[in-house]
């Protein structure tokens, strides 16, 4: 683990919100109610949910009763008990994996509980965002305005019990689960504090938590940037007032960056991209399985000022609609990496079930406005920028020593590290020769440590925590420069065309 | 893919027997006919069995609402077409897979027959075992008595199409699927011949196969030496037949190998370890679900002679029964790696349904006869003996040349190569230094090619040539040549005490 590293932080951060919203992962959801009976939608989709939840026969009698058989044979002679439940719940796992797509799935009552926070962009708890440190629960900041924030809980403080219970040796999933409850329960929480000697208790009392799916900066030279983590419902009223409040502050040129962004509501993303595509045209198409498309055109209208959209592997779906819409409709630059390639729209299935179960379906592809499918291949950017090698470099295992001609993936990593933080290892393939020695014993000597050559793991940590500074250091972060410089660069072209 | 390469060839051959027997993986089968209703055993195994097939009730009202309403609305929603059939065969595959046992499987018609072959040892079809052999497949050896053999088929033969139809292009499986058929078919051969310009034809009468599942030799010293390669049905009968030919021809003592035999059926096993634990003694012991113990005990006798036994980690289930019973109850040595580690027995339900389908599900444990359940853990070797790391090296990418002061895990195994052909490389930690340099030029000189110390194709082939000799030479089956050796010193050590 990590400790404490803002690549790894940044991962288990991501990792927790998973557990708080993105549980299901990749996602793009029409959001109808249906009717019980699946017959039709009410609302956020228009004509191509007419053939949605047109009618099939449910099980023959000989397939209820071969599946009745299995469940016997099983029931009466596997060596140990079975919950019938499980079995059941199995089966219609079973059934969605038949279908090979990824996206269909079924989840019992408690996934989809979270799978509903997570469209929804709010859950209940106390609203704290935390991660894992050496099997501790260390708080990464508390969401704002949120219980946490109320109660006076601070970034780094480390949660040791809820309401008595220790979160000592949980895993991060298992203690997150302790630490949420419905609204209106209390959650007493003994936490221990950097720098002081005693525990501290606070008593909180859960509430609905917003998700902050939406981050605005303005950036020298009028360059707003928003920053969309996930679109879920109450994202694009979030947009809206970012947007509006950096172009109050006269923001001439906008980048908006949805990278590892997984996606979310369908409709949600329409509406902010009709920000920026012209009116009437061309947002998204939606194709059902007879090869029917519905268009959605803007209703908005294109704005003066330029706009770039930063993606990267992790941009998915919505994240990818809006990448096509911005690009193939409204003449936004695309920089950063290839995206995720995620083509299809979901749609939950709940009210035919009375256990609080869920099926989530692909009902449709969608394809960008010129009519490209992108399913499994994704966008290509119009400019291709990485980040720096050292920002997905892995931790070090402490426990061994490296030194000279040494061969490994550690001592691969230590150059990377070595490079990252302005001592040339010469080579960064894994080989431990003179010249990473003689980077190695520089850097020792500037952190103040014994110049052995050897990483050892005071060197290891000392290393990883300058390591650390660089990712820190918003400078390094190329993608997000690059398009900083492209929005930049378009102003001026702009302004000289007028 | 490792161009004729022995260690490949094992493997894939081995593959292509799981593709005409073990298809199913590790196994252990109680074999007995059950009643359509699955009310009681008729063979095979006996008061156990009581506990098999009491029956359960099949799906509920309510559940069989369930699965239906999930079935309509993936048929009626999902974008693409869907197979109902296979929804069904996959609610059934969730159901085994939510049981979390690898060993309890749904099989469909074509896998059950396989299936069914594999427990009885034999199939139809020409009798070849074949491999893969840069796209060709090649006969690895003609089965003794098969309709191959008898029409003069040869190892080294490439078949290029069945009954007109090429076989190029195809994967294995799909090209056994085509030379396979029906006893009394008629499969014409096309067949390249190494050293004949034109293909030859063979007209071959497909017929019932035995797979030969056990062989044996005589070493020096009076050592008999049986390679059992997996417990069908036939395999007693044929092991009792070897062991009477090893024992007229005077053996002093006797090495059973199962390394890679991944276990069969269960009366077999006891059958055979029968033949060594005295009469009366603990062969196995199966228990239940409800804890109750079937012991499994000897029917017949010790023997004069020493017995040891030779496994790997490729030896599972019955083949750790007959691990178990020849230790602790027969005084055997067991030689060689730790055991995988399977403890369960399975038994095929499959007159329940009328479409061929088949479950296999595990309805007891097996310990051994001091009582040790064994399953995920393992038999311990009384003598640890490893092969040659050389045996499991990885064929190189030959599409990259390798040299100097490069690094990688291709390089690591060229090193092991080298030093396996007598070229002392000096590391094998993948770095590809001077002294590696320096062996390539030795082995180039040796191989007659230019001694540029730069591993091209044409020295990466014949590196692997010189390794698959190393591999071929019997004198190097560490395993084997250390249980003949402690065979001998048992046999010296009982004549002393006479």
């Not at 009116?279 to 706009?307: D, H, T």
């Not at 770039?308 to 920089?335: D, P």
């Not at 499918?373 to 402490?398: M, N």
Request: hydrophobic letters at 35%; proline letters at 3%; glycine letters at 10%.
């Amino acid at each position: 683990m990590y400790k404490g590293g803002e690549t790894d932080m940044k991962k288990r951060s991501v990792l927790l919100l998973v557990v708080v919203s993105m549980l299901c992962g990749m996602v793009l959801t029409m959001v109808f109610n249906q009717l019980p009976d699946a017959a039709g939608p009410d609302g956020g989709g228009t004509g191509l949910l007419a053939s949605i939840g047109k009618k099939s026969d449910g099980l023959e009698q000989d397939e209820a009763e071969k599946l009745g058989t299995a469940l016997e044979i099983i029931e009466s002679n596997y060596y140990k008990d079975v919950d019938r439940d499980k079995l059941l719940d199995g089966a219609i796992n079973g059934m969605m994996e038949a279908l090979g797509d990824p996206y269909s799935n079924y989840m019992g009552k408690v996934t989809a509980e979270q799978f509903s926070e997570s469209i929804e962009g709010s859950f209940s708890g106390i609203g704290a965002e935390v991660t894992s440190v050496d099997g501790y629960v260390e708080v990464v900041s508390p969401i704002k305005g949120s219980p946490a924030e109320k109660a006076g809980l601070r970034a780094k403080d480390v949660i040791l019990s809820v309401n008595g219970e220790s979160l000592q040796g949980l895993d991060l999933n298992a203690a997150v689960a302790k630490i949420r409850g419905p609204k209106g329960s209390k959650a007493v929480l003994t936490v221990k504090r950097p720098g002081s000697e005693s525990s501290i208790e606070f008593q909180i009392t859960r509430d609905d938590v917003d998700l902050e799916t939406v981050t605005s900066r303005m950036e020298a030279n009028g360059v707003g940037v928003i920053e969309i983590s996930q679109f879920s419902l109450n994202t694009g009223e979030r947009f809206a007032e970012e947007l509006k409040s950096l172009e109050s502050q006269g923001m001439k040129g906008l980048l908006i960056d949805v990278r590892n962004n997984p996606g979310g509501v369908l409709s949600v993303v329409i509406d902010i991209a009709g920000q920026f595509v012209p009116k009437g045209e061309l947002i998204v198409q939606v194709e059902n399985k007879a090869g029917k498309r519905e268009e959605y055109l803007s209703k908005g209208s294109s704005k003066p000022y330029p706009v770039a959209l930063l993606m990267n592997k992790g941009s998915a779906s919505a994240s990818e609609i809006l990448a096509g819409a911005l690009q193939q409709s409204a003449g936004a630059v695309l920089i950063g990496e290839h995206s995720f390639g995620k083509g299809t729209v979901q749609t939950s299935f709940d009210k035919q079930f009375d256990d609080g179960s869920l099926l989530k379906v692909t009902i449709a592809k969608w394809l960008t406005p010129n009519g490209s499918w992108i399913h499994e291949k994704g966008i290509e950017p119009d400019l291709q920028v990485s980040q720096p090698d050292y920002f997905a470099v892995a931790p070090l295992d402490k426990k061994q020593t490296l030194k000279f001609d040494m061969n490994s993936e550690d001592v691969t990593n230590v150059q990377i590290m070595l490079e990252a933080v302005g001592y040339e290892p010469g080579r960064k393939d894994g080989y431990y020769d003179r010249a990473t020695e003689k980077a190695v014993k520089s850097f020792q000597s500037a952190s103040k440590l014994k110049a052995s050559g050897i990483v050892d793991e005071q060197t290891a940590k000392a290393l990883e925590a300058a390591l650390i500074e660089e990712i820190q250091d918003p400078g390094n972060d190329t993608q997000l420069n690059r398009g900083i410089a492209e929005v930049v660069k378009e102003i001026k072209s702009q302004a000289s065309n007028k």
